[in-house]
C-alpha cells in the first residue's frame, strides 16, 4: 500500500492546508450538483460554511494553520447535514461516520496510520469514477428506455462493476481498520453498506447491493414482462435466502439509492480525512 506518499508530519502548514481543500472541494462539487437538482434540501448553508474554512486555510500562514473550534464550526453542519439529510440512509451513515471518529479517537498516532486511508482512496478514485460514468450511463438509458432489455443488462453489468469496485474498496477498507483498533464486533458494516436491509447468507450477512450482483452474476434472477419488466431475484443456493422482486420502477429507485448511500461515504471520508488533519495537526504542533 505504498504509493510514495509522504507523512503528514513532513508536511508543511501550506502543504496540509491545500490537501485538506482537495477534499473539501470535491464534496463540495458534488453538493452543489445535488442541491441544484433537489432545490431546498439543505446544503446551501453548510456549503457556505466549509467554502470560509477553504478560505480560511488558503490564507493561513501560522503553525498551526487552524485550530479544533474550526471543524466544530465550519465542518460539522456539512457533516450533519451529509448524514441526516435523506432518512433513507441516515442510520447507516450515521454508523459509518461514528466508526470513524471511533478510529480516530482510539490512534495514539496523530500523523500516523489512520490517515492511510486517504492513499487507498485517492488510488482508487479512478475506477471509483468510471465506474460511476459507465452506471450513469446505464441508468439515464433504462430510464429512458424501461422495457428495453439490453438496457436492462447493461445497467446489470453496470451495477456488479459498481459493487466490486466502491463498495469492495469501502467496505474492506473500514473493516481493517475495525479490526485494527479492535472494534470489528461494535459495527455492523453488512448493515452500514446496505441500501435497505442486509441479507443473511450462511450464518453471516451480505449487504443487499451485494446479495443482487451475486444473483445478478450466478443467473439467479427472472424477468417478467407485462407493460414494464420486473426483475425476480430468487438465490438460496450456497447459504443465501435472497428473494425479492423489483418493477423497473423500483429498481430503478434501488439503483439511484445505492448511488446515493456510495457518494455520501465517500464524501464523509473525504470529510474525515480533512478535520482529523486539522483536528492532529493543531495538537500534534502544541504537543511537540
Request: glycine share 4%.
Amino acid at each position: 500500500m505504498t504509493t510514495g506518499y509522504r507523512n503528514l508530519g513532513e508536511l508543511t502548514p501550506k502543504e496540509l492546508s491545500q490537501l485538506c481543500c482537495k477534499y473539501f472541494d470535491y464534496v463540495i462539487g458534488f453538493y452543489k450538483i445535488l442541491e441544484r437538482g433537489r432545490p431546498g434540501i439543505g446544503f446551501v448553508e453548510p456549503m457556505k460554511s466549509l467554502d470560509e474554512l477553504k478560505v480560511m486555510l488558503e490564507n493561513s500562514t501560522s503553525e498551526p494553520f487552524l485550530d479544533r473550534s474550526q471543524i466544530e464550526k465550519h465542518c460539522l453542519p456539512m457533516v450533519n447535514q451529509m448524514i441526516h439529510w435523506n432518512g433513507n440512509y441516515e442510520s447507516q451513515l450515521s454508523q459509518f461516520w461514528r466508526a470513524y471518529i471511533d478510529i480516530s479517537e482510539r490512534s495514539t498516532d496523530p500523523l500516523g496510520f489512520r490517515y492511510n486511508p486517504r492513499e487507498l482512496l485517492d488510488e482508487n478514485i479512478r475506477k471509483i469514477e468510471e465506474a460511476n460514468a459507465i452506471f450513469n450511463h446505464c441508468y439515464s438509458r433504462f430510464e429512458d428506455n424501461p422495457t428495453d432489455k439490453t438496457v436492462l443488462y447493461a445497467l446489470f453489468y453496470a451495477h456488479i462493476l459498481k459493487v466490486e469496485t466502491v463498495e469492495y474498496s469501502l467496505k474492506t477498507q473500514l473493516e481493517q481498520l475495525l479490526k485494527k483498533f479492535n472494534i470489528f464486533n461494535k459495527y455492523d458494516t453488512a448493515q452500514i453498506f446496505s441500501v435497505r436491509n442486509k441479507i443473511p447468507k450462511k450464518n453471516e450477512f451480505r449487504t443487499d447491493v451485494r446479495a443482487i450482483r451475486d444473483a445478478l452474476t450466478h443467473h439467479k434472477y427472472t424477468l417478467e414482462d407485462s407493460n414494464t419488466v420486473t426483475i425476480h431475484f430468487i438465490n438460496d443456493k450456497n447459504g443465501y435466502n435472497f428473494n425479492q422482486k423489483y418493477t423497473s420502477d423500483e429498481f430503478l429507485q434501488f439503483m439511484a439509492d445505492t448511488e446515493l448511500l456510495y457518494r455520501s461515504q465517500i464524501n464523509l471520508i473525504q470529510m474525515w480525512i480533512a478535520t482529523a488533519i486539522i483536528d492532529s495537526v493543531f495538537k500534534y504542533r502544541h504537543d511537540v
